[in-house]
């Protein structure tokens, strides 16, 4: 089937270019050049990758990516002449599967594009925050925030926690969690999960009384929330 | 998050996993691409793979597709000093998830690693096989060739226990505190019960399966 792409990017003639020889591998593309009309193709159509330049005319790149993260689960690549690491980084947390920096070989950029497709078949994609039960949760940073307040989880505390969101309904054995969160750093038959999940507990309930890792007896733990 | 480092300069090896570990995550070091071969057969644990495209002993891209043979969902990630625009194409040809030239920002090595965790499908659940069981803990079901053994709540716990602990003998208290919280004259009574119904039920008349040693039990398959 023909793979569609939207294509946000404001200089015309490299616009042209890159189009005609994505249109040569086969993509059906539509390009717009400016962040406002990327948003409303998005909403008209359904496209199956979006190439995003940084530099338009009327919103932040970085802004717009994150808008099209929380509306779509379609992968993101940005395009780009920033070329600093600060920028990258920046992005790829902002929700991009992808960051190329211009001048593109424009043979990598359709072989980067087939990839993120396939990955598409196999996995979801989603941005770098958690929402739930009232909180968010920024995997970047590791901040948890409710209304009521915003706490600072440690480095592992953010990554087991992390795990646990995207196996959520799950029962997870306390040897799993183990083998993900610290493989072979520690001893397997020291308490070390037992006292993460005590700790995560610990703070989640300074942001709301709901109790959403559960212990299943005998066997390991289980989260389970509202979201999305 | 679990990463196999696989790369055979050991010094940018102890670096970088001394840097992601910092950073929180789980690492194992490869230096050969036979290490690297052994060690994903041995643990289907790995989140991501981050693969040195010149080891000493296997080429990369072949040790690629070994990898990719062996464990089909998790990511890889080329981080080498390869950097021409050929090698990139050809690498993600081949089946690379993503590709980093050195030398590197150990914070982009990050946010990439990051994407490709966030974006990959989450592997099924671990499933112990001990002998010709296979012991499923999210539906709490045991398989003996294809064919479901059904186990009460209990039952299932004292083998998931003793599965989980193979190679080691479990004592009657550790099994009473881990499986019913508790350790009590009571609930021995109702341990040796349960361990007698489930031998019945996996077929285990001459105790071979679970085997009884002062007291004290293990798995034996």
């Known amino acids: ?228 | 998050m679990r990463i196999l480092l696989t790369e055979d300069n050991v010094e940018l090896a102890k670096m970088t996993a001394l840097n992601l570990k910092k950073d929180g995550f789980a690492v194992d070091m490869a230096h050969t691409g036979e290490e690297a071969l052994c060690l994903l057969e041995d643990e289907v644990a790995y989140d991501a793979i981050i693969l040195d495209l010149s080891l000493p002993d296997i080429d990369g891209i072949k040790l690629l597709g070994d990898l990719k043979s062996i464990a089909p969902n998790v990511p890889v990630l080329a981080l080498t000093a390869r950097d021409t625009v050929e090698d990139r194409i050809n690498g993600l040809k081949k089946g690379l998830d993503d590709y980093l030239v050195k030398p590197f920002s150990h914070r982009e090595l990050v946010a990439r690693l990051r994407v490709l965790y966030r974006s990959h499908q989450v592997g099924n659940p671990k499933i112990i096989k001990v002998g010709d069981l296979q012991i499923n803990p999210q539906s709490q079901s045991v398989f003996r060739n294809g064919k479901v053994i059904k186990l009460t709540l209990n039952e299932f716990r004292v083998l998931y226990y003793l599965a989980e602990n193979r190679g080691r003998l479990v004592s009657t208290k550790e099994l009473l505190v881990s499986v019913w919280d508790m350790n009590s004259d009571g609930k021995k009574a109702k341990l040796f019960t349960t361990i007698s119904r489930l031998r019945k039920k996996l077929g285990d008349h001459n105790q071979k399966i679970i085997r009884t040693q002062d007291g004290h039990y293990a798995i034996n398959l």
């Open chain 1, 1 to 228: 089937m023909t793979k569609k792409i939207l294509f946000i990017e404001d200089e015309r003639e490299f616009a042209e270019v890159v189009i005609s020889y994505l249109e040569k591998n086969n993509f059906v593309v539509t390009g717009v050049s400016l962040g406002q009309s990327g948003l409303q193709k998005l909403e008209e159509n359904s496209y199956d990758l979006v190439i995003l330049d940084l530099g338009l005319p009327d919103m932040d790149g970085l802004k717009l990516c994150q808008k099209i993260r929380e509306k779509k689960k379609i992968p993101i690549l940005i395009l780009t002449a920033r070329d600093k690491i600060e920028d990258k980084v920046i992005g790829l947390n902002a929700g991009a599967d992808d960051y190329l920096v211009k001048p593109v070989a424009l043979r990598e950029l359709v072989i980067r594009t087939k990839r993120l497709m396939k990955r598409d078949l196999k996995g979801t994609f989603r941005s770098s925050m958690f929402e739930f039960e009232g909180i968010s949760f920024n995997t970047v940073t590791g901040k948890l925030t409710s209304e009521r307040k915003s706490i600072q989880l440690t480095k592992k505390e953010r990554l087991v926690l992390e795990y646990l969101l995207l196996r959520k309904g799950r029962v997870l054995t306390r040897l799993e969690i183990m083998d993900h969160g610290w493989g072979q750093e520690i001893d397997p038959f020291s308490n070390t999960v037992n006292m993460m999940i005590s700790s995560l507990r610990k703070k989640l309930r300074q942001l709301t009384s709901h109790q959403f890792i559960h212990s299943v007896h005998g066997l390991g733990y289980k989260l389970e929330v509202n979201d999305e």
